[in-house]
């Protein structure tokens, strides 16, 4: 007689119960050889004097009881022999180049937007743009760009100073980096005295309590920034609003004649906009608008 067939549902659980005894018994014997890698290889070391020696460059001198490696000076047999050997550069130039044009690249947008005619020319050009009742138009990118340049061709000799004063002997290793930022500061400092106000830095000691400096020189750039921002806004808001007035007598003019023609429906812009524009380009408002920004600036 055949034996009895067993059921599949009772051959399927042993079969898999079978794999995984199998499958976790393989897993352990991997944690175990991950977790002591080298137990059966090599014994460790009993006492720190085996160790002295045993590493390319690699030293090891007990210090109180407790061991301390130390890395070896390189030398030609270790090169020879393909030990990886790390040594400190030979020379500073490079680590000095590396500093200043870090510190260059992160505080130029900060000197741009503070220590410059950067804030007169954008808002000028903004206002400008407002007046002649164009609001995107040139865009904002165009306005900022444009407002950069200007501020490159007037900040030039300033640039051209520190770079000779301060940037090319830090280079030159012939100044330290503390140095190098005293004599920069210097010309950027002139600058900024002769178009800041005496009553915007006056103001700002007066807040703060302050002693007052004994010279211009010795103004501190806590106060010399804040204050020539405040003498720039003041100077840009000015020349806005002296470009913003015949653009709105020419508004004034236009609603004045609707109104006269009985035309209420129709929006004034609709006229005003092309006699601005047309009275714009016959006196070359950009080259006029630019010459006197440069004039104001310089």
């Not at 050997?85 to 500093?99: C, M, R």
Request: overall charge negative.
């Amino acid at each position: 007689m055949n034996a009895p067939r067993r059921p599949p549902r009772v051959w399927l659980r042993r079969t898999v119960a079978t794999l995984l005894i199998a499958l976790a018994g393989f897993v352990g014997f991997l944690a175990s050889t991950a977790t002591h890698p080298a137990a059966a290889a090599t014994p460790p070391p009993t006492t720190s004097a085996a160790l002295i020696g045993t590493g390319p460059g690699i030293t090891v001198a007990p210090i109180d009881g407790v061991d301390s490696p130390t890395v070896a000076s390189p030398s030609a047999d270790a090169a020879d022999s393909g030990d990886i050997v790390i040594s400190a550069p030979t020379g500073t130039s490079n680590a000095v180049l590396l500093i200043v044009l870090v510190t260059l690249i992160s505080l130029v947008p900060g000197l741009l937007m503070l220590c410059t005619t950067f804030p007169r020319f954008l808002v000028v050009l903004g206002l400008s743009r407002q007046a002649l009742g164009l609001n995107t138009t040139p865009p904002n990118q165009v306005l900022a760009g444009l407002a950069a340049f200007l501020t490159f061709f007037v900040m030039a000799p300033v640039f051209s100073e520190v770079n000779r004063v301060a940037i090319q002997p830090a280079i030159d290793g012939e100044v330290t980096q503390s140095e190098a930022i005293e004599r920069g500061w210097a010309p950027l400092r002139d600058f900024m005295l002769e178009r800041t106000r005496d009553s915007d830095i006056s103001m700002l000691y007066d807040v703060t309590d302050s002693e007052r400096p004994a010279t211009a020189a010795d103004v501190s750039p806590r106060f010399l920034i804040p204050a020539f921002i405040l003498s720039e806004l003041r100077a840009a808001f000015l020349i806005g609003f002296l470009i913003w007035v015949p653009f709105l007598l020419i508004d004034l003019i236009v609603s004045s004649v609707l109104a006269g023609l009985g035309m209420l429906m129709m929006p004034p812009v609709v006229v005003s906009l092309p006699v601005k524009l047309a009275l714009f380009v016959l006196v070359d408002g950009w080259a006029l608008l630019t010459s006197s920004l440069l004039r104001s600036a310089i």
